[in-house]
């Protein structure tokens, strides 16, 4: 009631004429409308600025033509700077290469296979240089990896071995940039982030918003700020609750939990595993804990177009 309220009275205010009594239903329907449409069309703040019908598209149609950030339509030569993506072709290619890629007992891929993926970081991961024994189970990517492939259709397994599927060949001797798009969307759309390591945070938090927090690191990016600036800007603009908690400065653990998951999928694992985002860990002025830092990376803007 109060949202209908709020809309009649400025519409009212926009169109003192509509209150006299004199213009048709039509007519009212169609000044409604026009109202309603420069409504949607108009930048907020909580949506840093964005209108509620640029943001639907970026919550409904990511990276859509109509969005306001979308991929840059020559991709080709810079998609294998993206390390999930190199990794993932790297994969692709041993597994063309053997045929049927035999896996271990359990299913993980082979050392062999994984010390390949690992052996010239390219992915960084901080806590790599505590590993033992490289092996699925020990490197939280190699897993996301090999999932993506076959939950993409790119891959199928059978008899405990990984094989290319037709739709897999055609990608893996086809443009790179196609092959690059299938895999962010498999991602970013189908990908449960709940499954990503090291948070068991029961919530969408980090993936839902995906796009709309890479707008808001193309527009704050280049300066290295705090990870919690961005998932504050998620808060605000989706997480009403948490915002209200978060700017009253109440310790809160549901908040915490917030920023620490969306630290750890969108940054830790999305951004930083596509090549997105630069990481920098520093230790806390207290002395504990760290804070982390991040900014794009100049791969960033040669994949994304952002309009402002």
Same mark, same amino acid.
């Given at each position: =009631?109060?949202?209908?309220?709020?809309?009649?009275?400025?519409?009212? &205010? &926009?169109? !003192?004429?509509?209150?006299?009594?004199?213009?048709?239903?039509?007519?009212?329907?169609?000044? #409604?409308?026009?109202?309603?449409?420069?409504?949607?069309?108009?930048?907020?703040?909580?949506?840093?600025?964005?209108?509620?019908?640029? #943001?639907?598209?970026?919550?409904?149609? !990511?990276?859509?033509?109509?969005?306001?950030?979308?991929?840059?339509?020559? #991709?080709? &030569?810079?998609?294998?700077?993206?390390?999930?993506?190199?990794?993932? /072709?790297?994969?692709?290619? /041993?597994?063309? /290469?053997?045929?049927?890629?035999?896996?271990?007992?359990?299913?993980?891929?082979?050392?062999?296979?994984?010390?390949?993926?690992?052996? @010239?970081?390219?992915?960084?991961?901080?806590? =790599?240089?505590?590993?033992?024994?490289?092996?699925?189970? +020990?490197?939280?990517?190699?897993?996301?990896?090999?999932?993506?492939?076959?939950?993409?259709?790119?891959?199928?397994?059978?008899? +405990?071995?990984?094989?290319?599927?037709?739709?897999?060949?055609?990608?893996?001797?086809?443009?790179?940039?196609?092959?690059?798009?299938?895999?962010?969307?498999?991602?970013?759309?189908?990908?449960?982030?709940?499954?990503?390591? +090291?948070?068991?945070?029961?919530?969408?938090?980090?993936?839902?918003?995906?796009?709309?927090?890479?707008?808001?690191?193309?527009?704050?990016?280049?300066?290295?700020?705090?990870?919690?600036?961005?998932? @504050?800007?998620? =808060?605000?603009?989706?997480? %009403?609750?948490?915002? @209200?908690?978060?700017?009253?400065?109440?310790? @809160?653990?549901?908040?915490?939990?917030?920023?620490?998951?969306?630290? +750890?999928?969108?940054?830790?694992?999305? &951004?930083?595993?596509? %090549?997105?985002?630069?990481?920098?860990?520093?230790?806390?002025?207290?002395?504990?804990?760290?804070?982390?830092?991040?900014?794009?990376?100049?791969?960033?803007?040669?994949?994304?177009?952002?309009?402002?």
């Amino acid at each position: =009631m109060g949202i209908a309220q709020d809309f009649l009275d400025s519409f009212f &205010a &926009a169109y !003192p004429d509509a209150n006299n009594g004199k213009l048709s239903l039509e007519e009212l329907n169609l000044l #409604m409308a026009a109202h309603q449409k420069e409504i949607n069309d108009r930048g907020i703040v909580e949506f840093d600025g964005l209108s509620p019908s640029q #943001m639907n598209l970026v919550l409904n149609r !990511p990276l859509s033509e109509g969005c306001v950030i979308t991929f840059r339509k020559n #991709m080709e &030569a810079v998609v294998e700077q993206s390390p999930f993506f190199k990794l993932s /072709q790297i994969l692709l290619e /041993q597994i063309d /290469q053997s045929g049927n890629l035999k896996l271990t007992p359990i299913g993980n891929l082979p050392v062999k296979i994984c010390e390949l993926l690992c052996k @010239d970081n390219l992915i960084y991961w901080q806590y =790599m240089k505590y590993v033992k024994k490289i092996q699925e189970d +020990n490197v939280p990517y190699l897993s996301a990896v090999k999932f993506a492939l076959i939950e993409s259709g790119l891959v199928k397994r059978r008899n +405990n071995s990984l094989s290319l599927t037709t739709k897999g060949l055609k990608r893996l001797k086809g443009a790179k940039q196609e092959l690059f798009i299938h895999i962010l969307s498999y991602f970013t759309g189908k990908l449960h982030w709940g499954n990503l390591y +090291n948070t068991e945070y029961n919530s969408k938090c980090g993936k839902f918003g995906w796009a709309y927090s890479l707008f808001l690191l193309s527009k704050y990016g280049s300066e290295e700020r705090e990870s919690e600036f961005y998932s @504050d800007k998620l =808060m605000q603009a989706f997480h %009403g609750v948490f915002w @209200d908690t978060d700017q009253k400065n109440i310790s @809160d653990e549901e908040t915490r939990d917030f920023n620490f998951a969306y630290e +750890n999928r969108f940054f830790e694992c999305f &951004a930083c595993w596509f %090549g997105l985002a630069e990481l920098d860990y520093k230790r806390k002025p207290e002395g504990f804990g760290e804070i982390l830092y991040v900014k794009k990376t100049s791969l960033f803007d040669l994949l994304f177009e952002v309009k402002r």
